[in-house]
């Protein structure tokens, strides 16, 4: 029996087993459960109270919805027929609203992740936010450590409107599991409760505030990574932009990890169009997020790049990227084109597509699906260059 995660949203890099073990629990989404062995029988999808107003799955297997559902017109990537059984085997509704997602958010807490990770110590702390409010911050650090450490900068998955700080830490530990660092995780606002650019000001108001205690904190204030997947990528990127822009951290921030990021509130690409219908993070459930995020003004000329970061005109001196987007997903063009407009700019981005692949589609680790094994080693191989050359020097 293995575990389907809910939208697989909020796991940036790892895998229902990786965070298993990082837990040391079966973690699932409610009531979801895929026998594996006859996963080309697609599951139908139940949750208590949580399904969206047109609560029917999608009516057929995702990797096959390009053959099968009329309104599908425009020609687009196949999913690579390695992961099409897993891809299948749960069947989503088609628009995932608030009340949908946050059912699948997990409820981690951190003595369930410390128990599964003895050398770790957890603090928390509350950072003064812009509107007057408290920004919970949980860091994660060894209990031993030669001197100051790099940091990551974690936020949190759920199209801005779902997830919490802790859902993917324990991924995050199996990523960096070689390399000695500090991970903090951010616990912004979430959207339709507090508009964009609220959440994007949480993240980065916690990005000076750790910059700034770096030293108690046990972090060199040189060596912060900003990572964050899908939703919390905008804000991962928006921060970035805040911080060059009003020149604080003081000590300029070393590097940004983008994966499969939600950029672009106009939704109009082409992999938009490609994949309006026919994968569990649609077109449509992508467009119902961001209007969550930015009430009346998604598409208009009213949004700025604190709001959604692919509408910066100006992405020089930026810390250096790693971009990875799924080929079968509606944030690929957009993830292309940020870092082709960070490399116009004289900014440096890594950029990774993954053929056959859906919104986050290496969240189920499987050694059999040679494409999931390539991009998580590409991420723990980029974090190994970003963390451990300066360190090893030293």
């Not at 979801?32 to 107003?53: F, K």
């Not at 609560?55 to 990797?63: G, K, M």
């Not at 599908?72 to 995932?96: F, G, K, M, W, Y």
């Not at 309006?276 to 208009?300: D, F, K």
Request: aromatic residues 6%.
């Amino acid at each position: 029996m293995a575990t389907a995660y809910g939208l697989f949203d909020q796991y940036p890099c790892g895998a229902p087993r990786q965070v298993e073990r990082a837990v040391g629990i079966s973690v699932c989404a409610p009531q979801i459960h895929v026998d594996m062995e006859h996963a080309c029988a697609p599951a139908r999808l139940h949750t208590p109270t949580t399904m969206s107003s047109n609560s029917s799955p999608y009516h057929y297997p995702y990797s096959q919805a390009a053959h099968l559902d009329p309104r599908i017109t425009v020609p687009r990537p196949a999913i690579d027929p390695a992961l099409a059984p897993i891809v299948d085997s749960v069947l989503l509704p088609e628009e995932l609203d608030v009340g949908f997602l946050r059912g699948f958010d997990l409820t981690l807490s951190p003595e369930l992740i410390l128990k599964a990770n003895p050398h770790l110590t957890h603090t928390e702390h509350g950072v003064p936010g812009s509107d007057g409010n408290t920004i919970p911050l949980s860091v994660f650090a060894p209990k031993t450590a030669p001197g100051a450490l790099p940091a990551l900068y974690h936020i949190h998955g759920g199209g801005m409107v779902s997830g919490d700080r802790f859902s993917a830490v324990p991924s995050l530990i199996d990523l960096v599991q070689d390399v000695p660092c500090v991970i903090v995780s951010v616990e912004y606002r979430l959207a339709p409760e507090t508009r964009a650019p609220g959440a994007a000001e949480d993240c980065y108001a916690g990005l000076v505030w750790i910059s700034a205690n770096a030293t108690r904190l046990g972090i060199d204030p040189a060596e912060i990574i900003v990572c964050a997947v899908s939703g919390g990528a905008p804000l991962a990127a928006a921060a970035c932009l805040m911080a060059r822009d009003r020149m604080l951290p003081t000590v300029p921030v070393k590097a940004q990890m983008l994966l499969s990021p939600m950029l672009d509130d106009r939704c109009d690409s082409i992999s938009d169009q490609q994949f309006e219908y026919g994968v569990p993070w649609n077109g449509v459930s992508n467009r119902a997020a961001w209007n969550h995020v930015l009430g009346g003004q998604r598409g208009s000329n009213k949004v700025t790049m604190y709001q959604a970061p692919s509408r910066a005109t100006d992405l020089s001196n930026l810390p250096q990227a790693y971009i990875d987007a799924a080929e079968c997903e509606v944030f690929r063009d957009p993830a292309v084109m940020y870092a082709m407009n960070m490399w116009r700019c004289a900014s440096t981005c890594e950029l990774h597509v993954w053929p056959g692949g859906i919104h986050l589609f290496d969240a189920i680790d499987n050694p059999q699906v040679p494409v999931v094994g390539a991009a998580i080693a590409a991420k723990r191989a980029w974090l190994r260059r970003m963390m451990l050359p300066l360190k090893a020097e030293r």
